[in-house]
């Protein structure tokens, strides 16, 4: 068996060469390489950073709940009826598409007591499986709407009247038109009042269906067949008329978009793809086979993957099918995860309805393999194919051949597309990858907009909601995709469960568990700044250079847009020059010696980075009690010499000019807080260190330099609590917003913060110093008297040399004897070789002194020779004769009761 990885398989025309697996350590080897590939990409993969965060508590956001109702997932907005229909729990509410606040109609539908005890005895929860979910809401003409609920686990259908609100009172089957539980995904479209669904089609959900139902026609739906359906979860349908004009007479499709469980190859687990199918509004079904099911269903693989990294996404939870004039210029924008693990991270493809067209017209269809032993349960067939094509729409070459209706298709190409519904060749993504990709988000909605900036150009705008209640904005210039920003849409961290778009009110509106949320498109007045407002490079804002803000394009008029400036690539450098802020404005701060002083300075990019400077001089994180924090610049115990002014600058790299741009976001002016003099010194003319640091001056004027920094300030990664920026370390000086390095002139009166200090310090630093100078030499006096305790207690233990127990018999005298016999024979032997030496050398000057020689040499000895007199290294009990009682002997060592070891150990 060869070895394989699942992503190049994949990669390769979107065939999976995934081989049998015949034991369960292959599995969890597969299962590592998956893990790993996951791994590598959250740490290696490209990700975008929202260069921007709005908190919902700073936005003026229109918010739509009523006390009890819950589950606002299902929504239809009506331009000509300027409203918006929200289908929540046993609950539709007709809301001002304006403001959402606002609440027109509401319609109760609840549940009858019987279908509530019929739920309940199959095993559901009365007060919550068995509720009334609306699922279903679509237009059937301009005076009443299609509306269907869950009903307790029995779907039902009704017409709900638009002129007083209220149902017609002729109640449906629901079954294939809305799903039986509100858990269960689905999804319907309504095409010239037929509803087209893709939902379960009974009460365990075992049986999934892609149908249409009409008044006028009997239910139309697919084969009941794995290779057909194989557990679907379906997210999205749509038409996409060809036009009545086409010169061949197409007729118009219906496009699914779901991910089921992989018919194809066999794996250790369920191996999900992504697919779309494709029916025809004109098919009726066949006239002897497939009889009431699609005699144009087909299907195929959307691939969404990193081909560098070997990397699929193969999970779609979400598309939008982005429109154009033409159905040549529809883009399709999908929302992709992985299936193995849970890394966070989200993946946005596109695809050219050209290409999806081109798989469905002339695409290979796949077989059911028949070699045994195979690793694969499909392969691509390579017979004739019948004519007419399998799954085409009648279009006029049928309609020459006397082909009118799917009803006269021949049974031979029924049969085929019955058990040929798998197209093998894939569709591929526009530039083979992802147009983005997001680092611990998960994705859950997402629509698209269509641009026009003030350049005439066109880019699509994409707005992705995520399951915590977060709305990213993202555009694309150029092939890349930049993040404008990113919306906390609901205040609770939930999943947003459906996101629509107006064109016409420039709104979006969120529905969740909780309710219903409108917010613009745009916050350009949110930008305080030309730079700001150019680096987001949002395509809905420009720069008033006349009244001095971020402003709209679309709340201009047309004449007036010429005066308005726009960068998409974030040229900042177009901004109108910005005189430098003076002294005066500097916000004072005054602290007390030895306190700490806390300077704020918030940014409002999350891809910039933040530069302290003080007194003209670039500060680090390495520089003295200074702390450079997200949230501004803490210094700990203010000394004399950090006072002076300090200014905050937002440093940020614009990736399409490839140049920095900053500007001064906060600047203050530091001063202690010291006592009055003494009036003794009052005849001494100082400077008041307040006034001094007041006097400090940049001049207001920033020189600029063409040399850019060195180095790009790389984007920080975003978490919706806090951002950490750290000054870049490239550059000492900055620039004004047209250039990228900055050289501030300082006053030369001011005293830098290095400089020597004067002779006369204040009295406050001599207190200082005088404190430093006793609290060093207390220290010191401590460490020697506890080394003179720790001599004296070591020389009383006798743990030290022959000099110290000297001087420890000395004080000691006779009074105190020793505690282990052996020092007391060391100790006699040393009093003992001084008197006898002192006699010797006095009295007895020519007397031999074999004797005490002899006493000395045992006395010396170490065990390392044997002596004569004592064997096996004992002195002799008898060496200084019997003259002297035993008990006047006190330097005689006795060798029967006193033995002495040998202290070399290999001797034992």
């Not at 305080?528 to 709340?555: K, N, Q």
């Not at 500007?663 to 005849?683: M, N, Q, T």
């Not at 790389?714 to 900055?734: G, I, R, W």
Request: charged content about 20%.
């Amino acid at each position: 068996m060869n070895q394989y990885t699942l992503t190049d398989a994949m990669t390769d025309k979107g065939n999976f060469t995934v081989p049998k697996l015949s034991d369960s350590n292959m599995g969890v080897g597969v299962l590592g390489v998956f893990l790993g590939l996951l791994l590598e990409v959250s740490t290696h993969g490209p990700h975008a950073v929202p260069r921007s965060s709005w908190k919902h508590k700073d936005l003026d956001l229109m918010e739509f709940s009523e006390p009890g109702v819950f589950n606002y997932s299902t929504l239809l907005l009506s331009e000509k009826q300027d409203a918006l229909y929200v289908g929540a729990r046993e609950a539709v509410f007709e809301l001002s598409k304006k403001n959402v606040t606002l609440s027109h109609n509401k319609l109760l539908w609840k549940v009858a007591d019987e279908p509530m005890r019929m739920c309940t005895l199959k095993g559901k929860t009365k007060d919550r499986d068995c509720l009334n979910y609306i699922r279903v809401l679509q237009f059937m003409d301009d005076h009443q709407l299609y509306v269907c609920g869950t009903h307790a686990f029995q779907p039902q259908c009704d017409y709900l009247r638009l002129s007083d609100f209220s149902l017609a009172g002729r109640p449906e089957d629901g079954r294939g038109q809305c799903s039986f539980d509100p858990m269960q995904s689905f999804t319907t479209v309504m095409v010239d009042g037929e509803l087209y669904s893709g939902t379960a089609f009974n009460f365990l959900g075992s049986e999934p269906i892609i149908s249409r139902y009409s008044q006028s026609q009997t239910l139309l739906r697919t084969e009941y067949s794995t290779s057909w359906l194989n557990e679907p979860s379906f997210v999205f349908a749509d038409v996409i008329r060809d036009g009545r004009n086409d010169a061949d007479g197409e007729d118009d499709k219906v496009y699914y978009f779901f991910t089921e469980v992989s018919v194809e190859y066999e794996f250790f687990g369920k191996l999900l793809i992504p697919r779309v199918a494709r029916v025809c509004k004109g098919d009726l079904g066949g006239q002897r086979t497939l009889q009431k099911k699609w005699t144009s269903f087909l299907k195929a693989k959307l691939v969404c993957s990193m081909p560098e990294l070997n990397f699929v996404f193969n999970v779609v939870h979400d598309v939008f099918i982005l429109k154009g004039a033409d159905w040549r210029e529809t883009v399709i924008y999908g929302i992709f995860t992985s299936q193995w693990g849970n890394v966070g991270l989200s993946a946005v493809c596109a695809y050219n309805m050209t290409a999806v067209e081109e798989v469905f017209s002339k695409g290979k269809y796949m077989q059911k393999a028949t070699v045994e032993q195979s690793h694969t349960k499909w392969v691509r067939y390579n017979g004739i194919t019948p004519s007419p094509r399998p799954g085409a729409c009648i279009n006029n070459l049928m309609r020459h051949q006397n082909i009118s209706s799917s009803l006269h298709l021949p049974d031979k190409t029924l049969q085929f597309v019955k058990d040929h519904p798998l197209l093998e060749d894939p569709i591929l993504p526009i530039g083979n990858r992802p147009r983005l990709i997001a680092k611990d988000v998960n994705y859950t909605q997402i629509v698209v907009e269509r641009v026009e900036a003030l350049d005439g150009r066109i880019h699509d705008v994409i707005f992705t909601g995520t399951d915590q209640g977060i709305l990213h904005k993202s555009v694309i210039y150029e092939g890349d995709v930049h993040t404008v920003e990113e919306i906390q849409l609901l205040k609770n961290a939930e999943p947003i469960k459906n996101l629509l778009l107006s064109p016409e009110t420039r709104s979006l509106y969120a529905g969740s568990d909780s309710g219903v949320v409108q917010s613009p498109t745009s916050f350009c007045s949110r930008h305080l700044s030309c730079t700001d407002c150019l680096l987001a490079r949002d395509p809905y804002c420009a720069w008033d250079p006349h009244g001095a803000s971020c402003v709209s394009i679309f709340e201009y008029p047309h004449l007036q847009l010429s005066i308005l400036i726009q960068s998409l690539n974030g040229d900042a450098g177009r901004c109108p020059p910005v005189p430098g802020l003076p002294l005066k404005d500097y916000q004072p701060v005054t602290v007390k010696p030895g306190s700490s002083a806390e300077l704020p300075c918030l940014l409002s990019s999350n891809v910039a980075q933040v530069m302290w400077k003080a007194n003209g001089s670039l500060l680090t994180e390495d520089s003295r009690f200074h702390f450079i924090g997200e949230n501004g610049l803490l210094i700990y115990s203010v000394a004399p010499e950090d006072q002076g002014h300090y200014e905050c600058w937002s440093v940020e790299w614009s990736f399409g000019v490839k140049k920095n741009f900053s500007r001064l976001l906060a600047a203050y002016v530091l001063a202690l807080d010291l006592p009055p003099r003494p009036s003794h010194h009052s005849d001494h003319s100082t400077v008041n260190s307040v006034e001094a640091a007041r006097s400090l001056s940049v001049e207001g004027n920033v020189e600029a330099d063409t040399v850019p920094l060195t180095s790009a300030l790389a984007p920080p990664s975003f978490t919706p609590k806090s951002f950490v920026t750290h000054p870049p370390q490239t550059d000492t000086s900055l620039t004004s917003s047209q250039s990228s390095t900055f050289v501030i002139k300082s006053n030369p009166l001011l005293p830098r913060a290095s400089a020597s200090r004067p002779e006369s310090q204040d009295p406050e630093a001599e207190y200082i110093q005088h404190n430093n100078n006793m609290a060093l030499l207390s220290l010191f006096l401590l460490f020697f008297l506890l080394f003179l305790a720790a001599l004296a207690y070591n020389c009383y233990m006798q743990y030290l040399p022959a000099s110290c127990l000297r001087l420890r018999a000395v004080l000691l005298g006779s009074h105190k004897s020793a505690t282990q016999p052996e020092y007391r024979a060391c100790e006699a032997g040393l009093m003992e070789t001084s008197t006898t030496e002192k006699v010797n050398m006095t009295e007895q000057p020519t007397r031999n002194g074999s004797q005490t020689t002899q006493n000395l040499r045992a006395l010396r000895d170490t065990g390392y020779e044997t002596e004569p007199e004592c064997g096996n290294g004992r002195i002799s009990s008898h060496s200084f004769g019997d003259e002297m009682p035993s008990h006047e002997k006190p330097f005689d060592v006795d060798c029967s009761s006193q033995p002495i070891q040998f202290a070399d150990a290999d001797e034992l």
